[in-house]
């Protein structure tokens, strides 16, 4: 079974702080591919990044980042200098390759920027 | 870019309505997805085609169905709305092993 796992609930950082989002996952395919979205106080899902399992250099878009581990299941995506319109929920989802194309979610970290 | 377009942003009906949210994606994209999204619950997929009359039960189909009789257009059906059945519901689109885009969601309310 596929599950996907971000302890955070909520995070509260003031801005310019840097924040690093968690995202834990479980799956027996050896073959398989990782998202974040973005969900701002809109509704609207943005897709920001996905993974294959097979690549895990590190990426950097901007200010964000994310860190692709194997040896631990994790994939954690760093916003540095944090701005207030990095305010909103994001999530993480895995996909297995081929067949249906079903995503896992998280239950997704609420972050809030402050002032 | 990719457009998924739902047909409302806001919904209110009444329990023991039918209710009908429409879902069309203009890429050709052959698979499609209903969730619904409730506070501490994450998304959960109620139900998914991957092809024209093509559907697959997700993880929460009871209460639901849905039609594909076309591949950009992708109904969800509520047959008898119910209270619980208030929630944010997003539709998404796709191609083979591509992310998946979601439309702006539709905040339906039953009371």
């Known amino acids: 079974a596929q599950k996907v796992t971000q302890a955070q609930t909520e995070i509260s950082v003031v801005e310019k702080e840097d924040v690093t989002l968690d995202c834990v996952y479980e799956?027996?395919?050896?073959?398989?591919?990782l998202f974040w979205y973005k969900q701002p106080p809109s509704g609207e899902l943005v897709f920001l990044i996905r993974?294959?399992?097979?690549?895990?250099q590190n990426e950097i878009s901007g200010r964000y980042s994310w860190n692709f581990q194997k040896s631990t299941s994790s994939f954690n995506f760093t916003i540095t200098a944090s701005q207030v319109v990095d305010s909103a929920v994001y999530f993480c989802a895995l996909m297995r390759e081929g067949g249906s194309e079903k995503l896992v979610f998280g239950k997704g970290t609420k972050l809030t920027v402050n002032p | 870019d990719v457009k998924v377009t739902q047909s409302s942003r806001y919904l209110v009906k009444r329990t023991g309505e039918k209710v009908f949210l429409e879902c069309v994606q203009d890429?050709?994209?052959?698979?499609m997805f209903w969730y619904r999204q409730d506070p501490g619950l994450g998304l959960r997929l109620i139900y998914f085609?991957?092809?024209?009359?093509?559907?697959e039960k997700g993880d929460i189909p009871e209460g639901y169905s849905v039609s594909r009789e076309k591949k950009e257009r992708f109904s969800l059906i509520l047959e008898s709305a119910s209270t619980n059945q208030t929630s944010m519901y997003l539709c998404a689109s796709s191609s083979q092993d591509q992310p998946q885009h979601f439309g702006d969601g539709t905040r339906l309310s039953i009371l």
């Open positions: 085609s991957y092809d024209v009359k093509m559907k």
């Open positions: 890429m050709d994209h052959e698979n």
């Open positions: 993974r294959n399992s097979f690549d895990e």
């Open positions: 799956t027996r395919d050896t073959t398989y591919y």
